[in-house]
């Protein structure tokens, strides 16, 4: 009897040795990176996330559940539990790489900032973002804490938005050239020389002889 038992505390202290041998799964955290934006994302369109509202928050990025390691300088967001979903492995869920552009109607001057979701955020209601350090940034200081974020699902594309094009230049049309006209000849100026007329002597008639005295 007590052989048994020593065999029996003997098996307990094993299992109890191989359980604490087992390593344990990594803690998740995420992040995102820049991308441009145009049509919405199919993927999270198709789980019904084309747009949402919440809150925004921040956190200290790294390993995401979507298994990319990105840091606290990038654009990158972890979405919410639920809007996330249960898939497992969690890299395998539509929300991992799609891109979000998020707005707030606390700071409308802030513009739009498009990220990538590369993590999850077990502890954020729908709509919650949790957002690296340089997506809060663009909002407000880290001090806010949160604030009232507004999303909606776009297609990455990569880089940052395309510039807008530049004003097609204004031709003024030149008006065409007009003849040169020749300048007029000078006047032609014709003197005439008059000959002075010549001078005749008035010839009194000649008187006959007998009228001579």
Request: charged residues 15%; glycine residues 8%.
């Amino acid at each position: 009897m007590s052989h048994l038992v020593s065999q029996l505390v003997l098996a307990t202290a094993l299992l109890a040795a191989f359980a604490s041998a087992a390593p344990s799964s990594p803690v998740k955290s995420g992040t995102a990176r820049l991308a441009s934006f145009g049509d919405v994302s199919p993927a999270l369109v198709k789980r019904g996330l084309a747009s949402g509202r919440g809150e925004g928050t921040y956190y200290d990025v790294g390993l995401g559940a979507c298994e990319s390691t990105n840091s606290n300088s990038e654009l990158v967001v972890a979405l919410n539990a639920p809007d996330f979903g249960p898939a497992w492995p969690p890299r395998s869920s539509a929300a991992c790489t799609s891109c979000l552009a998020i707005s707030s109607p606390e700071n409308p001057s802030a513009g739009t900032v498009v990220v990538r979701i590369v993590d999850k955020c077990p502890g954020c209601k729908a709509g919650d973002l949790d957002m690296s350090p340089a997506v809060f940034t663009k909002f407000f200081p880290e001090g806010k804490g949160r604030f009232n974020i507004e999303w909606k699902a776009v297609q990455c594309g990569g880089g940052s938005p395309a510039p807008a094009p530049a004003p097609a230049p204004v031709v003024v049309a030149k008006p065409a050239p007009q003849p040169t006209q020749a300048p007029a000849p000078p006047a032609v100026v014709v003197v005439t020389k008059q000959h002075p007329r010549p001078f005749r002597r008035s010839r009194r008639p000649r008187r006959p002889p007998s009228q001579w005295s």
